[in-house]
């Protein structure tokens, strides 16, 4: 993982020499990060899209064969057969792209390991737009100036990343089946975590990816729906 971080920490610092600015680089680097992981994201839309259409048809199956589970199970490989459809295929691009969101997220926890020398980033400036330290989190603003204007501050950018978050639950929960809500819950509750106890530039890192996720799914959605196989029979 050293290498990835290396690697990020080195791309992230040519940002940096260019723009002059760590906040802006934080978000030219989120940019970056989308745009290197659009080809693995794109076959995971496809997956979302393709499930979308098959789910309804799913449902029907397990009522039907709600007492059943053998006959569901032949059902459902028959139905994904139908649509040339691989339940994987989803899964393979989100694995894939794990690591390389774990090695940009390590870079952005410490920064002054992996884009500048500790000397550096001394002298970094940590303001950016209403943020007054891109190193604090909102909990250690709490703990320095109390339930105060900068704190309020503080939670824009978290509170932003909550609702994005809750915005792609709802785009992606319309791709797959209805029974996600614990792990959403869950997923929600994780990302406000992480956004209220974690420095303020990685809240904006997480926020930029989520809306870059948000809109990479409906232009794909809107205008590359996947061309579907000529079905009969709806896997009946």
């Known amino acids: 993982m050293n290498f990835l971080y290396q690697i990020f920490g080195s791309i992230l610092r040519l940002i940096y020499d260019f723009v002059q600015s760590y906040g802006w680089s934080i978000v030219l680097f989120a940019v970056f990060a989308k745009i290197i992981m659009i080809p693995l994201s794109i076959k995971q839309t496809k997956s979302m899209q393709m499930m979308k259409v098959i789910n309804p048809k799913l449902q029907e199956l397990q009522k039907k064969y709600a007492s059943n589970k053998e006959k569901l ?14 339940p994987l295929s989803g899964c393979l691009p ?3 792209q794990f690591p390389i969101i774990i090695g940009l997220f390590g870079v952005l926890r410490e920064p002054a390991k992996w884009v500048f020398t500790a000397a550096e980033y001394a002298n970094v400036s940590q303001q950016f737009l209403w943020i007054q ?3 604090l989190s909102p909990f250690d603003v709490y703990k320095a100036d109390g339930f105060s204007l900068i ?3 503080s939670l824009i950018i978290p509170a932003v990343s909550v609702i994005l978050t809750v915005v792609q639950q709802k ?8 029974n996600q809500k614990g792990m959403q819950l869950f997923m929600t509750a994780f990302i406000a975590y992480v956004g209220f106890t ?5 809240a904006i890192y997480w926020t930029l990816q989520t809306a870059l996720g948000l ?3 409906w232009v794909q959605d809107k205008y590359f729906a996947p061309v579907l196989p000529d079905v009969k029979g709806g896997g009946k």
């Open 171 to 178: 785009q992606t929960t319309q791709a797959g089946p209805n």
């Open 215 to 217: 809109v990479q799914n």
């Open 151 to 153: 704190f309020i501050l």
């Open 94 to 96: 989100l694995l894939i």
């Open 73 to 86: 199970n032949e059902e459902t490989t028959k139905l994904y057969q139908q649509y040339n459809y691989n």
């Open 198 to 202: 974690f420095s303020q530039g990685l």
């Open 133 to 135: 330290n891109l190193t």
